[in-house]
Structures are given as structure tokens and as C-alpha cells.
């Protein structure tokens, strides 16, 4: 089946840095990604919408100068946490749209856990 | 957007089958009722999908009234690694997907 590799997996950064997440199809071609934030013992919701060679669409509440995504390519989305806080410590899930017949199907990354000190 | 109304949690043996109900009272005639599995700190893997009657795959059975205002998720013969999170998502797209809180299935041995 179809494989979404996310990047990396873990990780643990300090106060006011920077942190990049990587979501890549490796099989197929997205042009369509999303990005979603879980919190513990919640259901996911929703950040973004992805869209390659064009700006992403953000999810009410949610900031778009804090949380910069790039589709750059049909392969590749990203999504910076910038000046994380300990409050942006989360799990953090993409997803990409994979035509199949007439429809579509979701595949997801592995989620990245993000806790900031 | 329809939303939808899960068990938030249930248990089960090892062995036996297990039927979880989900409520999408408002779903409408274009939207699809799709099936997540989704174990702790990973992404949700899909099960299955359907829109209306009986939908069977190699790891489960989706079960649609003819008035599609609810729908069921049968897993037969679950195992202990069957334990996780299923989410019920209601949508005629990937971009209407609203994920509600899910219900957490516990297998005992």
C-alpha cells in the first residue's frame, strides 16, 4: 500500500527554536497534504491544508506565521514550528490524498512528537 | 459538515467479535462513512469504507442501514493488538473530515 514517511519521529527542542517536520509520500504523488495536531487522549484536529505550489490553508485558530508549511514538491510538505513553546508540545500527524479508482484514500505519516522545553 | 457519535470506550476478549456503532444523524447524500484504527503515539491506519449496505474487507465489516444514519465497524475474532482507538469519520471528501473523539477498544486476554 501506500507509504507516508514523517520525520522525525521524536523530538526535543528548547524554548524559543525552530523545529522542522518532513511528510513525504514515497510512492505515489500528493498534491494534497494535511496537517493535524493530536493532543493526549484527544482526537486529531485539523492545522492545515497543503497544497503543492501554492500557500496553505489554515484552520480557524490556527497560526499561520507560527506553524509555516511548504508543499514544494508532489513528494514533500513541511511544516516549521517556529519559537516553539512548551505549549506547541504535541504529537504532530500529516496526511496525504492518493488517488485510487474514483475516489481518494488518506494515508498518514507515523506523527512526530514535539516537546519543547 | 456531519458529525458523528462513537461509544467512547469498550472491551472485549480475545477471540470474540466486536461491533462498534457509530451516529452520523446529519451525514449527507454525497458523503462517504469511512473507518480509522489508530494505536498510541502513531497515525491512523484506515480499515475500511462504505457507503450504503455491507462493506467486507480482509480485516473488516462495515454495516450501513438503508437510511445511513449510523453505521457499524465489525472486527471478527479480535486479537490482543486489535487494541487501539477507531475513529468513524463522515465525508464526501478528505477535506470535510471531521474527527471526533473516537472509541478506545480494549482487548483482554
Known amino acids: 500500500g501506500a507509504v507516508v514517511s514523517q520525520h522525525p519521529s521524536w523530538v526535543i527542542c528548547k524554548s524559543g527554536t525552530s523545529v522542522k517536520i518532513e511528510c513525504r509520500s514515497l510512492d505515489f504523488q500528493a498534491t494534497t497534504m494535511f496537517w493535524y495536531r493530536q493532543f493526549p487522549k484527544q482526537s486529531l484536529m485539523l492545522m492545515a491544508t497543503?497544497?503543492?505550489?501554492?500557500?496553505?490553508?489554515?484552520e480557524q485558530g490556527v497560526e499561520k506565521d507560527k506553524f509555516l508549511i511548504n508543499h514544494a514538491s508532489l513528494t514533500l510538505s513541511t511544516l516549521t514550528v517556529t519559537s516553539a513553546h512548551p505549549e506547541d508540545s504535541s504529537f504532530y500527524i500529516c496526511?496525504?490524498?492518493?488517488?485510487?479508482?474514483?475516489?481518494?484514500?488518506?494515508?498518514f505519516g507515523s506523527g512526530t512528537q514535539l516537546s519543547v522545553l | 459538515l456531519a458529525k458523528t457519535t462513537q461509544p467512547i470506550s469498550m472491551d472485549s476478549y480475545e477471540g470474540q467479535e466486536v461491533n462498534i456503532t457509530c451516529s452520523h444523524n446529519n451525514i449527507a447524500t454525497n458523503d462517504y462513512i469511512t473507518w480509522y484504527q489508530q494505536f498510541p503515539s502513531q497515525g491512523p491506519r484506515f480499515i475500511i469504507q462504505?457507503?450504503?449496505?455491507?462493506v467486507t474487507n480482509e480485516v473488516a465489516s462495515l454495516f450501513i442501514p438503508a437510511d445511513r444514519k449510523s453505521s457499524t465497524l465489525s472486527l471478527p475474532r479480535v486479537s490482543l493488538s486489535d487494541t487501539a482507538v477507531y475513529y468513524c469519520l463522515v465525508g464526501e471528501s478528505n477535506y470535510q473530515l471531521i474527527w471526533g473523539a473516537g472509541t478506545k477498544l480494549i482487548i483482554k486476554p
Open positions: 462504505g457507503y450504503k449496505t455491507k
Open positions: 496526511s496525504a490524498t492518493r488517488r485510487q479508482g474514483a475516489g481518494e484514500k488518506l494515508f
Open positions: 497543503s497544497n503543492e505550489g501554492s500557500k496553505a490553508t489554515y
